[in-house]
Antibody
Framework: EVQLVESGGGLVQPGRSLKLSCAAS????????MAWVRQAPKKGLEWVAT????????YYPDSVKGRFTISRDNAKSSLYLQMNSLKSEDTATYYC????????????WGQGASVTVSS | DVQMTQSLSYLAASPGESVSISCKAS??????LAWYQQKPGEAYKLLIY???TLQSGTPSRFSGSGSGTDFTLTIRSLEPEDFGLYYC?????????FGSGTKLEIK
């Protein structure tokens, strides 16, 4: 069974940093692109980052580019999201997701980690 | 960026009924459209991709249609477990973007 378990969420002050982790199991992690998707309170979903199988290619929307960094450790089947210079609008539940091998869609999701940016 | 619009934020229906949820793209995205479902306390689930291809495990009462800018998710003969939130997502180009969601509730 595919499992994605996020950790590292919490309350952080504006301008500070936070690093999320995602532990993957039930599939060959190194064979899949992985992603982070977030959902602000009472809002829709927003794609945050994608990383290639080897980690050599990363993709971000403009809203987080230069502040967030996605990375992975295939030996540990783990995905990470380093979030710097956090803003109140980054407050959201952050989901770790697996990309489908054939399409740019997410075919498995974690339960999410809550991040609150507030002073 | 491609804006995805789900015009109905809320929809109420009874078990056994059929419903359709619409999604409109701000420009043509061919058939690069996916549908997701979220139920309370559960992880998001991919239902349909390529506009109309059912993901493995998606019940056949679900169907997707459309191409270009207008898409529809249809659920025939609603089951109690179908009630929840539904989102569309385009993957024609990055940034990947989602609709605002449609909440399907029991009438």
């Amino acid at each position: 069974e595919v499992q994605l378990v996020e950790s590292g969420g919490g309350l952080v002050q504006p301008g500070r940093s936070l690093k999320l982790s995602c532990a993957a199991s039930g599939f060959t992690f190194s064979n899949y692109y992985m992603a982070w998707v977030r959902q602000a309170p009472k809002k829709g979903l927003e794609w945050v980052a994608t990383i290639s199988t080897s980690g050599s290619r990363t993709y971000y929307p403009d809203s987080v580019k230069g502040r967030f960094t996605i990375s992975r450790d295939n030996a540990k089947s783990s995905l990470y999201l380093q979030m710097n210079s956090l803003k109140s609008e980054d407050t959201a539940t952050y989901y770790c997701a697996r990309h489908s091998p054939w399409e740019d869609v997410m075919d498995a999701w974690g339960q999410g980690a809550s991040v609150t940016v507030s002073s | 960026d491609v804006q995805m619009t789900q015009s109905l934020s809320y929809l109420a229906a009874s078990p056994g009924e059929s419903v359709s949820i619409s999604c409109k793209a701000s420009k043509s995205i061919s058939n690069y459209l996916a549908w997701y479902q979220q139920k309370p306390g559960e992880a998001y689930k991919l239902l349909i991709y390529s506009g109309s291809t059912l993901q493995s495990g998606t019940p056949s009462r679900f169907s997707g249609s459309g191409s270009g800018t207008d898409f529809t998710l249809t659920i025939r003969s609603l089951e109690p477990e179908d009630f929840g939130l539904y989102y569309c997502q385009q993957y024609y180009e990055k940034p990947l973007t989602f609709g605002s969601g449609t909440k399907l509730e029991i009438k």
